[in-house]
């Protein structure tokens, strides 16, 4: 019996490490990105290599983007910013706010 609860405490822990590692990347993703932005920017017309850089930059911009994506995925694994439970806590929490408002005032 102990060595299940030692199993699902590393398998918690190896969870949290990826949601860890994956909130590091995305750090470093929007880093990166603002970087890249600033390269567009400055980039000269003049220069003879300035499609090449577009080119790059813009295919960075693009792969990075869709690992990120994978990367949260698999990382958070189905979990979404907005849950049934929180559409219903917050519209019972507006329902309540408005039912005083208009207690309130009749």
Request: aromatic share 18%; glycine share 2%.
């Amino acid at each position: 019996m102990e060595q299940g609860k030692n199993k699902g405490y590393f398998k918690a822990k190896d969870r949290v490490r990826h949601i860890k590692m994956f909130y590091y990347h995305l750090a470093l993703y929007i880093v990166v990105l603002i970087l890249l932005s600033i390269n567009f920017y400055y980039l000269d017309e003049n220069n003879k290599y300035a499609d090449f850089f577009m080119l790059f930059n813009s295919i960075i911009i693009v792969v990075w983007t869709i690992l990120i994506i994978l990367h949260r995925r698999w990382a958070l694994k189905g979990k979404t910013f907005f849950k049934k439970s929180w559409e219903d806590k917050k519209m019972k929490a507006y329902l309540e706010k408005q039912e005083e408002e208009t207690t309130l005032w009749e």
